[in-house]
Every structure is written in C-alpha cells, then in structure tokens.
C-alpha cells in the first residue's frame, strides 16, 4: 500500500497545499538566489543598443536636428528621429484611451524629457555619448503646468496636431487643451439634495501627481528575423499579449509571425501596462537594422517620462441631516493628463472607475462630472497599486466624510457607521451604477475599533490636546480612520476592453502521465507569487499537489490569450479561469475513475486528492491513478490525455473592502511625523495564501505611506520635472516603514468560482486616506478641514506655524 493510501485526511490536505494555505511562494527559490531572468539579463547575439535625445524643455518648437557628429561616433549605428518614422506611419501610436502619442517629437516637445531621436549603437555607454552630440535647435514656448489654466481663454494650444477638433475619443471637446467631459448621476437630485441639505460641506481636495517607480525600471529587446519574417520582443509587458497586437497593428507584421516575452519583471504597479517609445523605437531600428535592439532606461527617465499616476483636483460636496445621515453627493474633477491621453485605462469610461466613489456608504443620489486636459507634462494616468482611478474616488470620499464629521461635531468612526450599506441590502446598486457583489461593512468596523480600542485611543488624544494647550507638550496626536471599498478584477466585456478586445482571461492545463501537471496562463506576475497561488488553486480543483504543478505566463507563443496583470485582476479573472478549467479536467478524470471502478459517474464522489466510490470508501482512484490511466485505460470512444483551458470573461467586478486606521505623532517645532500604529483589516473573500495576502498587504500600505507623506512629481513654472531622481522622490526604506497590524474578515464574492475578490490593491486603496485623516485629524480640534498631499516635514511644520503653534 501506498504512502497516499496511508495518509489520513488532514495529512492529505496539508500535502495538496491548496486554498488557504500559508505556503512560501515557489519564485522565491530562484530570486533570493539572484537566480531571476530580467530583461536586461538576455543578451541576444549582435545585439546593439539605443538610447534617447530628450528634450530639456517642457515646450519648444522643433526648428531643426543635426545627427551627423553622433553618427560619426564610431559604433554608431544609426539616428531615428521622427522623419524616419513617418513614412512608416509610426511617428505616433495609439493610447489605451483613445489618443495618439508621439513616438518621436515631430514638429513639438510636449514635456520636458520627450523623446526627440533614438541613438543606436555597439553599447549603451556609446549610444549615451553620441545623443548628446545630437544638435537639436528648440524655439522655446510658453508651459502649461497648471491644470487649472489650461483651458483658459486665450491659453496656448499644446496639441497642434488635433487643434481645432471639436470632437474627441469621449466625445465633445470645448478648448483645445480640453480632452473630455465625462459625467454620470443624478445632477438635478444631487443638486436638489445639497439645496434641500440641514448640513452641506464643499472641498477642493488634490491628490498629487505621483510615480509607482518599480525597482526594475522599462526595457524593451527587438529582434527581427528577416528571412523568416518573425518578430520577437522582450520586454517589461504587464500585458504581453497586447503588446503583441498593438506591434502587429504598428508594424503590420501578422500577429502569429510576432513573439512577445515578459521574463521576470521587477515591479510594475501600472507602470508597465501601456506602450512607451522606447519599445517601439526597439522594434523599428531591428526591422531596419536586421539586428537585436536593447533599450533600458534610466531611473530618471522612468520617473520624468513613463506614465504617472493621479494628478485629480477633485471638489467634493455632501449633503446630510444635522444626525449625519448622507443625503447626496456631487463632485467634479479637473484631470491633468499631461501631453497625451496616454491613461492606461481599458475602461469603457475616460475617468475609469472613478463613479465608485459613493465609497462604502448608502448614498441614494449622486453625480460626478470629470474634465481631462492636457498640460506640459509627462503623459499617462496608470492604475497605480490600484484600480482605474479608484483610489482617487476613495481619497475624495473618505476625506469628505472626515470634513462632514468636523462639520456635525461628530467621530469619524460614528459617521461612517451610520452611513454603510448594510449586509442585508447586498447585492447592492449603487447611485453610480454599480452593484457591488457583497459586503458586511459594519462587522469589518467593529472588528477594527475593538482590536484598537478606538475609544480609548480618543481619550488618550483628548488628554494629549489638553497638554498641548498648557504647554506640557509639543506633540500633536492624529487618528486617522479609512473605510474603502474596492472595484477590481477588470473583466466584464461590457465595462472594460484593450483596443477592442474583450477583458477576459485565460488558463490552459495539461496534466502529465505521472501526475504533475503544467498550467498556462494570460496574466503576468510582477511580484504578486503567481507561481504559488495560480498552483494552488488549482491544487485544490483538481486534487494534484501543488509543489506538481507548474505555472508559467508571459511567452505569447504558449500562454493562451489573455489581458495581463493590473487593476488586480488576477486572481478575479484568471484565477477564476484557472478554477473553471480544474473543473474542467476534475469532470473528465470523473469519467476515467468510473470506468477503471466500473461505476456510473453518479456513483462516485470527490474526496481532496481522489474519487471515492459512495458506501464502499476503500473502492477509491486517485489522481495520479486517473493522470496515468488518461493515456493508455479510457472509456471506449474518450479522447485520450487530461487537458482543458478556460477563458472567463466575469459577470460582475468584485468588490474587496476593508476598515484601516493610523496613529501619528507630529512634533509641532519639527513637523516631523510618526507613525505610533497602523491597522490593516482586509476582507478579500476566499484567502488563497494567507501569507501572501500578508506580504502583498505590506507592500501595499508601503507605497501608501510613500505617497501620503512624500511622493509628488512636481512642476515648476518652466516645466523642469522637480521629482526626477531618487534625491527627491521619495520611496520609503525599511528604516521609515512603519510597523504594519493586518487582520481580517472573509466575505466571499457569490460570483467568482472560488469566492476570492482580489486584495493586491486595496492597501493602496485604503492605506494612502488613512495617513491623510490621522495627519489632519491631529489638527482638527483647531478648525483645519484639509491639507494637501504630500504631508512631508515641511509642509506640516509650516501648518503648525500658520497655527501659531510653533516657538
């Protein structure tokens, strides 16, 4: 007898590793061994490199561009500028959102740091001493780096190329630095609530312009193969097959002829959802030059030229009864999309899934209007650590309802409990259109003010005010309190698409004659343990231990076709799929097991890892058994082998939620800020790896605190990117992170196969209003209602001094 046989049920489950287990992902074994395979580790044979001329104005004319000193360079290769490109119709390219993009600056620099020419050569260290011998004559323009001057009358139009267009891709364009108007709601009910109001309260809030500044930055290899016509492409690709499509698109290579790779990326966070010029630059000097073409930038390009994210100047009105009930909600924002409409939104909306921003709260009536523009910046608009603008809707809502709470005199806390959607009223619609699969806000609340006890925490900060007040102290304390709810798993064909193709996702299984298996997938990791919870899953669907089966993503000539990773839609979309198509294989290998028992299938029944045969337990086929018989012992006409894939295209988004909160200390001489306590409390449905829900929770809350308290890609009144190195855009290190508390609740989605929302976001979501609240908390009792983002030491030092509080 076998040592499978021998094992007792628990003993079983614990070595299937399945849903729910704290298991250590299986990537690991190969990254802390500097084992990985980056971009910029394959070296292709003959391969050169290209590197940019940039502009270092944020707005000039292109008089002129002299190549003839560079390409005397020894090892030079060759100059692209944008009159290489445009007899091949590759001077621009297609956003995400509709717009085009300049590839190479053609007539105008749009932002400091655009791509002007591409420089190929022997190495990267002669390619970046020959662009800077490329003479480029600039007529220097009047910038646009305030958003709300753009469309002002008699403002400079960026876009010469779309100048005078009355239409856009979103509809009706009313200036010539205007991009969309978009509007959903109520607007006469909103309206009628806020006049009708026993309270109101309006705020201008803006939340910065940042950048997800992965480890690994962008890098892209081409290599065109001209006697067989192929394509293959390396690259830094969140969606590895869409990059596929757009280069067949661009290039008009056929799309089978073209192989896209993603190896190991370090870090994506949306920033490596779109397309950049540095890839398509990649590709065209390999189709011209019959060569392998490396391009990888440079941290300051990444942080001053690849897509930001935020930059939303949101005013947001609340109408209540003098109790606190909400009674309606209108906001507008004024959406700085930088020189292009380069949003990485597959959204069927301009603004994303910004109308999510009734938050977690019963809100019967609501609008919300959006204006993009454009400005003198860098373009983009990324889903970072988020979903298409959902943490912008999350800030804006939970920074209301803190200044309707000062408002009524009443606890934050208190407000927010009284306005929840309740369980009962799940599904939910909300005002905006949604309809949230499910929820228990008031149990996840609870939970978190009894794990801190909150009252107790006000008590302290009322005594800690009165010291204050008497001179016994200069510390301020802040508690700030976030409630979020989460719209992820970018899927249903009906809300969202990538240039016409639907958001589904995809999952291929092949189980092998000795019972380990190989699962292919449409999405692709950039950290988030794909090997281990797709494995796991899986594990659990089809009873094959999870350390047996492989999981591999990101080669467009074996996965099956799918959207990639972002928004958090992995585990909603494809680890949906993968579910289904384990489901797929558990049916057939049903068939099998009857037939090697010589039962009816109606007979049997799934018991972890086997089939049992009902009232005769010691009749049992096992997997393994089944995986072997499924190439050489079939029912009579059965199609031999164990595959199956599944493309899901979801019914419904999921709805993640979850109660976060923050104690800060500020030192009112220094305005330095600590970070006394942070709780996380998640609720993502069905917990697939508890420890990886722990570490992506932890990374999450990271670039939380990065941004409340110090990232903001800023502008001077030229132009010149302020944020565009590491001396000045902050990312925190292990010595400012806090110490992070996580908790949970589990609410399952009633619609995903497993039950599982998604929670790579959500710390994001939830964490960045949390540090907000607890900083402008501490000064509330003096009658601040908002300060912006990002809370550094100065900025609240000057606050403390605009008080009157400093010495």
Known sequence: MSDAQTMTLEEREATLGGVGTARKRKEDVRFIQGAGNYVDDVKLPGMVFGDFVRSPYAHARIKSINAEAALAVPGVKAVLTAADLKPLNLHYMPTLAGDVQAVLAEEKVLFQNQEVAFVVADDRYIASDAAELVEVDYEELPPIVDAFKAMDEGAICLREDIQGKTEGAHGLRKHDNHIFEWEIGDLEGADKALADAEVTVKELITYQRVHPSPLETCASIASMDKIKGELTVYGTFQAPHVVRTVASLLSGIPEHKIRVIAPDIGG????????????????????????????????????????????????????????????????????????????????????????????????????????????????????????????????????????????????????????????????YNSALGW???????????????????????????????????????????????????????????????????????????????????IARLGTKSQGQAHETT?????????????????????????????????????TPVAGAA?????????????????????????????????????????????????????????????????????????????????????????????????????????????????????GQVHGGLTEAFGIAMGQEIAYDELGNVQGASLMDYFLPTAVETPIWE??????????????????????????????????????????????????????????????????
């Not at 906001?331 to 301009?350: E, I, N, R, S, Y």
């Not at 988004?653 to 030192?667: E, Q």
């Not at 619609?751 to 929302?757: E, R």
């Open 268 to 427: 994506g966070f949306g920033n490596k959802v779109g397309v950049y010029p540095g890839y398509v630059c990649s590709i065209v000097a390999s189709i011209v030059l019959g060569i392998p073409v490396k391009w990888v930038e440079d941290r300051i390009e990444n942080l001053s030229a690849t897509a930001f994210a935020r930059d939303y100047h949101m005013t947001g009105e609340l109408a209540a009864t003098k109790d606190g009930k909400i009674t309606g909600l209108k906001c507008h924002v004024l959406a700085d999309h930088g020189a292009f409409d380069a949003c990485a939104d597959p959204t069927k909306w301009p603004a994303g899934f910004f109308n999510i921003c009734t938050g977690s709260y019963d809100i019967p009536v609501a609008h919300v209007s959006v204006d993009g523009v454009y400005t003198n910046k860098a373009p983009g608009g990324v889903a970072y650590r988020c979903s298409f603008r959902v943490t912008e809707a999350a800030y804006m809502i939970e920074r209301m309802i803190d200044v309707l709470a000062q408002k009524l005199e009443m606890d934050p806390a208190e407000l927010r409990l009284k306005n929840f959607v309740q369980p009962a009223q799940f599904p």
């Open 435 to 517: 309809e949230y699969d499910s929820g228990d806000y008031p149990t996840a609340m609870n939970q978190m003010m009894q794990a801190v006890d909150y009252a107790g925490l006000r008590k302290e900060q009322a005594e800690q005010r009165d010291k204050v007040a008497r001179g016994e102290s200069r510390s301020l304390m802040g508690i700030g309190v976030a409630f979020f709810t989460e719209i992820v798993g970018a899927g249903p064909s009906r809300n969202c698409d990538i240039l016409g193709v639907a958001m589904f996702d995809s999952c291929e299984i092949r189980v092998h004659p000795t019972g380990s298996a």
């Open 534 to 570: 797709y494995a796991q899953i899986l594990a659990t669907e089809i009873g094959i231990p999870s350390e047996d089966i492989g999981i591999e993503e990101g080669d467009t000539d074996t996965a099956p076709y799918g959207l990639g990773t972002y928004g958090s839609r992995s």
């Open 578 to 694: 993968a579910a289904r198509v384990g489901r797929k294989i558990r049916a057939k290998a049903q068939k099998i097991a009857a037939h090697l028992l010589e039962v009816a299938e109606g007979d049997l029944e799934w018991e972890i890892d086997r089939f049992k045969v009902k009232g005769l337990p010691e009749k049992e086929a096992t997997m393994k058994e089944i995986a072997w018989a499924a190439y050489n012992n079939l029912p009579e006409g059965m199609e031999p082998g164990l595959e199956a894939v599944d493309y899901y295209d979801p019914p419904n988004m999921t709805y993640p939620f979850g109660a976060y909160l923050c104690v800060i200390d500020i030192d009112i001489d220094t305005g330095e800020s600590a970070i006394r306590r942070f709780y996380a409390l998640d609720d993502c449905g069905t917990r697939i790896n508890p420890m990886v829900i722990e």
């Open 742 to 807: 996580t908790d949970f609740t589990v609410t399952p989605s009633p619609h995903h196969p497993i039950g599982a929302k998604g929670v790579g976001e959500s710390p994001n979501v939830g964490g960045v209003p949390a540090f907000s609240n607890a900083v402008i908390d501490a000064f509330s009792h003096l009658g601040v209602k908002h300060m912006p983002m990002p809370h550094t030491a100065w900025r609240v030092w000057k606050q403390c001094q605009e008080l009157g509080l400093t010495k």
